[in-house]
Structure formats: C-alpha cells, structure tokens
C-alpha cells in the first residue's frame, strides 16, 4: 500500500500537551485531517509543527461528527481513524507499506499497546482480542488505529452521529455487514500515552467494550445505548 493513498483523521480538543508527540509520529508523507474543538492553541500549534500535508478543520461537535467531517473531507482511497493520546509505532509505516489488502477488503484494524508500560498487560491482551475476534471474522477494533476504505464506510453511512461511544467499533461492524471483509495487522502498532479511562476501572471499561458492541450489534436494547455514552465520558468532556 502507498502512503500517498492514505489520510490520518484526528479529532482534537485542548490538545497542546499532545499534539506534538503524535505529530512527531505521523510519516510526512501521509495526509492528516484534524477536526478541531479547541478554545486554546491547539490549532496554532498543529500549523507550526507540521505546515506541510495537513488540514485542521474547526468543529464544536461530537467526535462521531469529527469523524465524519473527516471522513467526508478525505481525498484518498484510504482513512486511518485515531486518537491524538496515541504516538504512532515506528515500523507502523513501513508495516503499512508491505500490506497487500485487495479489493474486498473494507477495513483493517491494528493492535495498540502502552507508550510506558503502564497496564501493559491489560493493552496486550486488548490487542490478542481484536486478532482473535478478526479470526472469526468479527470486527473488534479500535477508534485508536482503524483504517477504512474511504468508499466502503461511505456506502455503508459512515458513523453514527447518536453514538457518543463505541461509533468505532460500530463503523467495522456496518462496513462487515455491507459484505466487505475487515482485517487485523499486528504490524499495525499504535501506543496510548494517556490512560484516564482505565484508571477509572478496567473492568468497568472492559464491560463497556463489550456489552455495548454487543447491545448494537444484535439490535437488543440498542436504543439504550444510543442515548448516552453511560458514563463513559465525564460530564463535559465529550470530545478528547
């Protein structure tokens, strides 16, 4: 695959503290589309740092909506979904570059690992999980370190705009079901330097992983999950 066909989407909120990690990370040849929220310097300091091959878009709204924009303002046959806590694995590139996807494939999911070490057990076997469901052609992925075939995920409806949470994994899920396949590269490595979420409890964040996905996926309560993210975000804090 070319980096020249693939675009990085990022939604941002209040981000100096990260943005230069995670742009220090991106390959210069790759596009990057920043979907930004921020009332500090954020944007600012995203056009010093990288001024070349970047687009920063301002928009208030939900990170579903930030995708979206991002999705729809994309100019290349491939989008990479993540986070702007994540700093990119330095064979992540070159891993992109040796991968051989076809025309059937619709998505790829990559693994994502600890920037310090700390729960690096708990991201290992996060990443084991997203393999081992890919293997029974389940979608399990990431908002962290997914890339969609930008026409798969349009044909599908791109994310859902009522899904404050889990729109990620949902997106795979439409994208699968449209009859595309959706595949897993280990060679795909992203590594999260910021751990809020599993300092507010790794089961309850575990249980949120999976009971929701599950909740849509089946239709069963769906409904319920689409009002409110249920407690996933803090009051507030509805976009990173």
């Known amino acids: 695959m070319r980096l020249e066909d693939l675009t990085v989407v990022v939604p941002t909120k209040n981000e100096t503290a990260n943005v230069g990690p995670f742009l220090a990370s991106l390959h210069p040849d790759v596009e990057l589309i920043v979907v ?4 500090d310097e ?31 303002a994309a100019m290349t046959e491939w989008v990479l979904f993540t986070d702007v806590d994540m700093s990119f694995g330095d ?15 619709g998505a790829m999911q990559g693994a994502k690992f600890s920037a310090d070490d700390e729960y690096r ?25 997914m890339i969609f075939r930008r026409t798969a995920l349009l044909e599908a409806g791109g994310f859902d705009p009522k899904l404050t949470a889990n729109e990620d994994i949902y997106a795979l899920w439409v994208v699968r079901k449209a009859g ?9 490595r992203v590594f999260e330097r910021d751990h809020r979420r599993l300092r507010q409890g790794r089961a309850k964040k ?3 992983g999976w009971i929701r996905p599950l909740m849509l996926f089946t239709g069963i309560g769906d409904d319920r999950v689409r ?3 249920w407690g996933y975000w803090k009051e507030g804090e509805d976009k990173e």
């Open 227 to 229: 009002e409110s993210s």
């Open 121 to 145: 057990t708990y991201y290992k076997l996060f990443s084991f999980g997203i393999r081992a469901m890919s293997w029974l052609t389940i979608p399990a992925g990431s908002g962290s370190n």
């Open 180 to 188: 595309w396949r959706v595949g897993y590269s280990g060679a795909l």
């Open 206 to 208: 575990t249980l949120h």
């Open 36 to 39: 930004d929220a921020s009332d």
């Open 42 to 72: 954020t944007r600012d300091l995203i056009h010093e740092l990288r001024p070349e091959r970047t687009t920063v878009i301002f928009d208030t709204g939900t990170i579903p909506e930030a995708r979206q924009i991002g999705l729809e």
């Open 91 to 105: 064979d992540y590139w070159t891993g992109w570059q040796s991968i051989d996807l076809g025309p059937k494939a």
